[in-house]
């Protein structure tokens, strides 16, 4: 594959691209009987394309199924991808193998959803968030991993002194700061944040994503925020890409996407989700989609969406939509939906 | 609406007083409801929200007489039903109490149904037991509540397994063996939190639907705010198994005047506008409710706090017509 998607090459501003991702795809094949024959793939992520801009924060929704995890791990290479590349400061992460691997992926660290499992019950904190200070040789001594074990316990709000204490003494918003600290010890450039909030309470939930931000500002992170929670993806994305069985329906600006979805799935999305205003409640009108997100082991044909679509035409049913530029930065994979120009 | 003229006992559908359940557990005495009270009228729906931990679920749990014992005790206070209390039965009173006159639906619908009994048999199960129905009655019955709960192909899918329902529609099933003997109050107990929000809106749209059809009475217990909003006239806010804001939905959400309240709504960021700069944020974490509770258990991460919360409990009381706060300050708070 060498032909680049509408997504990567048409963005020529003067924006620094942090991350390329072109056309990635992740199947997890479908084995059948005792000789485990392949019967088929389970198209987890399918097509993905989008650019990541140096310190922005890109988020990524959509409902359980949709491939937006896949499509995070498979960027970092916990999953093998099937197809596509992944360019990453002029590397590509989907054909790097061994040291080189390690190398450039130090520069891309993950935060994950579940505080209680992503952290080793048997480590103290100094170990869980030093051990990647190790790996990497950045301290040598046990005095130095100490300080800059500190420094990053500072940084996330959690007092130093607490360094040798073991996860379960820890709640779930402190155990998200010591993945977040963790994340951080190897100065990334980019941290995909998995869900990192929706196994937070939610007066938690906001501490978490406020720590996110200062830190964006502080360091000059890049985020990729992963998150099926629309209203909080609203208040951190500058841009956010729409995720349905495996593909990209719609990307554009937080402002834009919001105000004027031009995908029939974005507008059902977002009528979908209550606000927290019973006036506002009380007028509004939602698109109540019919019947249950299709299996991405069998996908429908034409538009992935047809089967729920409250627009779907005959054309839909026959022909697979690509996602186009509609208008500059404002990417929709629609049938009813063309481009101004 | 309360009818005054055929409820001798109460006036109130369901009224809860001073309810208060414990645990004793190896680490201590878990206060996990303490002292609640409130009223219930027919054709109301009730929003119960806070964090977890907060008792919201254990207070359903009580009213239902589902807590297990032990290491739970209910220590106090009184569920009146129609003006009987609920904590004076006999379990095999309760029983028919159970499903035929409250029901209650769970978050996860998967370990609340068994997965080896088919969906149809165990909504007929109910209604042979319940109403008293032959095989073929409640087998019509059943296929016309999943009918209405909106279940394509309702008669076909009877014989289905749990697992060969997606989640939402394992909830619907829920929601039709909770509707199957016509209950007069629905306890909904985070019915929507597993599901995607599209699936979510068809749930929510579906039980007001039901409501407006049968003139039910929901309890719907949520941590979502959102959710409420849409769909409560009443809220009760709990905290540490404390009630410590109530009223009219619309009132708590334009007026709240408990600082956790305030806070709560304040750190929600919206789908539909966004605010500019950091979410508000409550600091701190919710309290531990083993051992000994003293004060306003919000006091350790409230802004407005004085002295006095550290050491006294405040009651509830009325900051204007049917809207009452549990807070000492309360005429110094206001919405962030």
């Not at chain 1, 190897?186 to 941290?191: A, S």
């Not at chain 1, 006036?279 to 089967?307: H, M, W, Y």
């Not at chain 2, 985070?190 to 309890?219: F, N, S, W, Y």
Request: hydrophobic share 35%; aromatic share 6%.
């Amino acid at each position: 594959m060498t032909t680049e998607s509408a997504v990567t090459t048409s963005e020529t501003t003067s924006r620094e691209v942090v991350l390329k991702v072109n056309n990635l795809k992740k199947y997890f094949p479908i084995r059948r009987g005792v000789f485990q024959h392949h019967v088929g793939d389970v198209k987890a992520v399918d097509g993905v394309s989008f650019n990541v801009y140096k310190g922005e924060t890109l988020g990524l929704v959509g409902e359980s199924g949709c491939g937006k995890t896949t499509t995070g791990r498979t960027i970092i290479r916990l999953y093998e991808p099937t197809e596509g590349q992944v360019d990453f400061q002029g590397v590509d992460l989907a054909t790097l193998s061994g040291r080189e691997l390690r190398k450039t992926r130090r520069k891309i660290q993950m935060i994950f959803q579940d505080p209680y499992a992503s952290l080793s019950p048997r480590m103290n904190v100094l170990n869980i968030v030093g051990e990647p200070l190790e790996i990497h040789h950045i301290v040598n001594t046990p005095g130095e991993k100490k300080d800059r074990v500190a420094e990053l316990l500072e940084m996330v709000g959690l007092d130093p002194a607490f360094m040798n204490r073991y996860p379960h003494e820890f709640s779930g918003g402190q155990r998200q700061r010591i993945g977040i600290a963790r994340a951080l010890a190897l100065d990334p450039e980019l941290i995909i944040c998995d869900e990192p909030i929706s196994a937070l309470d939610v007066s938690i939930q906001a501490q978490v994503v406020n720590l996110l931000e200062e830190l964006q500002e502080k360091v000059g992170l890049t985020y990729i925020f992963i998150a099926h929670d629309l209203s909080m993806v609203r208040h951190i994305s500058n841009r956010v890409a729409v995720m349905y069985l495996g593909k990209i329906m719609e990307l554009t600006d937080r402002e834009t996407l919001y105000t004027n979805p031009l995908h029939p799935y974005t507008e059902a999305l977002l009528s979908a989700v209550p606000i927290p205003n019973p006036a506002v409640e009380e007028k509004r009108q939602r698109i109540i989609l019919e019947g249950d997100l299709p299996s991405p082991a069998k996908p429908p044909k034409g538009c992935n969406f047809n089967t729920r679509c409250p627009k779907a035409f005959d054309r839909c049913f026959e022909e697979e939509p690509t996602l186009v530029e509609v208008e500059e930065g404002h990417y929709c994979a629609c049938h009813l939906v063309q481009p101004s120009k | 609406m309360a009818d005054h003229t055929i409820q001798p006992a109460s006036e109130h559908l369901l009224e809860v007083k001073n309810l208060t359940t414990r645990f004793y557990t190896e680490e201590g005495v878990v206060h996990a409801v303490n002292g609640i009270s409130y009223t219930l009228d027919e054709g109301d729906t009730l929003g119960v929200v806070g964090e977890s931990g907060c008792g919201k679920s254990v207070h359903a749990l009580s009213i239902m007489r589902l807590i297990p014992i032990p290491p739970g005790k209910i220590e106090a206070g009184e569920v009146l039903f129609r003006g009987q209390n609920l904590l004076d039965l006999s379990e095999n009173e309760m029983r028919r109490v159970r499903g035929a006159e409250i029901a209650m639906i769970f978050q996860d619908p998967m370990t609340s149904l068994n997965p080896v009994k088919t969906i149809g048999f165990q909504i007929i199960e109910a209604l042979k037991l319940h109403q008293g129905m032959d095989k073929q009655q409640a087998r019509e019955r059943t296929a016309e509540l999943l009918h209405l709960v909106g279940i394509p192909e309702a008669e076909q899918r009877l014989d289905d397994y749990p697992h060969q329902f997606s989640g939402g529609m394992r909830q619907r099933a829920m929601i039709a063996m909770g509707l199957s003997c016509n209950p007069n109050i629905l306890i909904a107990d985070e019915p929507t939190t597993a599901l995607d929000v599209t699936i979510q809106a068809q749930i929510i749209e579906l039980v007001k639907r039901l409501q407006h059809q049968l003139g039910m009475t929901v309890i719907w217990i949520t941590h979502d705010l959102g959710v409420v909003a849409g769909l409560a006239q009443r809220v009760n806010v709990m905290y540490a198994g404390h009630i410590i804001e109530s009223g009219a939905v619309k009132r708590i959400y334009e007026n709240p005047h408990h600082p956790y309240t305030v806070g709560l709504l304040g750190s929600l960021p919206s789908v539909g506008t966004r605010k500019p700069g950091r979410l508000y944020s409550i600091p701190g974490e919710p309290p531990d409710l083993i051992g000994d509770q003293k004060g306003c258990p919000f006091a350790p991460r409230c802004t407005y706090k004085v002295e006095r919360c550290a050491y006294e409990m405040p009651p509830l009381e009325e900051i204007e017509p049917g809207h009452i706060v549990a807070c000492w300050e309360k005429d110094k708070v206001r919405k962030a």
